[in-house]
């Protein structure tokens, strides 16, 4: 295996099991909110342990996003967001004690130098709720944009 930046552990890391914590977000969903809907599609790779997203916002303001998530050994998630207007975002976070799922940007981002974050919340098997929030200080929370899903029959 080639080291590429980094020196490999001596014995294999030993990861939490797949998917834990994500599982609710496997498969395909239909995404509407004001003023527009998607689709997305989410499917786990990888031998289970990546999920991989892909996100399509339809009419009126195409775009589209790939987001890859793994749990890493220390229990945390870490997820990667890329999208078609250029957009490139790291995450971290896991689920709460409230229900919630939540992935942040751990530093200050874009030129705008705010926090980022996701929250899933109200998690059914055929339903949640989406919300992308920016924050001066991790303390209190805009919200900017909120997405309802529903489960593909």
């Given at each position: 295996?080639?080291r590429?930046?980094?020196?490999?552990?001596?014995?294999?890391?030993?990861?939490?099991d797949?998917?834990?914590?994500?599982?609710?977000?496997?498969?395909?969903?239909?995404?509407?909110?004001?003023?527009?809907?998607?689709?997305?599609?989410?499917?786990?790779?990888?031998?289970?342990?990546?999920?991989?997203?892909r996100?399509e916002?339809?009419?009126?303001?195409?775009f589209?996003?790939l987001?890859?998530?793994?749990?890493?050994p220390?229990?945390?998630w870490?997820?990667?967001?890329?999208?078609?207007?250029?957009?490139?975002?790291?995450?971290?976070?896991?689920?709460?004690?409230?229900?919630?799922?939540?992935f942040?940007?751990?530093?200050?981002?874009?030129?705008?130098?705010?926090?980022?974050?996701?929250?899933?919340?109200?998690?059914?098997?055929?339903a949640?709720?989406?919300?992308w929030?920016?924050?001066?200080?991790?303390?209190?929370?805009?919200?900017r944009w909120?997405?309802?899903?529903?489960?593909?029959?």
């Amino acid at each position: 295996m080639p080291r590429i930046g980094r020196v490999w552990p001596a014995a294999p890391v030993v990861y939490p099991d797949a998917v834990d914590g994500l599982e609710f977000w496997i498969g395909r969903w239909t995404a509407t909110w004001e003023g527009g809907h998607g689709t997305n599609s989410l499917t786990r790779d990888l031998d289970g342990h990546v999920i991989t997203e892909r996100f399509e916002a339809l009419e009126p303001e195409r775009f589209s996003g790939l987001s890859v998530s793994v749990q890493g050994p220390d229990g945390i998630w870490r997820q990667t967001w890329v999208d078609s207007t250029g957009s490139y975002w790291h995450f971290e976070g896991g689920p709460q004690n409230d229900g919630t799922f939540i992935f942040a940007t751990p530093e200050r981002v874009d030129t705008d130098r705010l926090y980022k974050r996701m929250v899933f919340s109200d998690i059914a098997e055929e339903a949640f709720s989406w919300r992308w929030e920016f924050s001066e200080d991790r303390v209190t929370w805009d919200p900017r944009w909120q997405i309802s899903y529903r489960r593909d029959p």
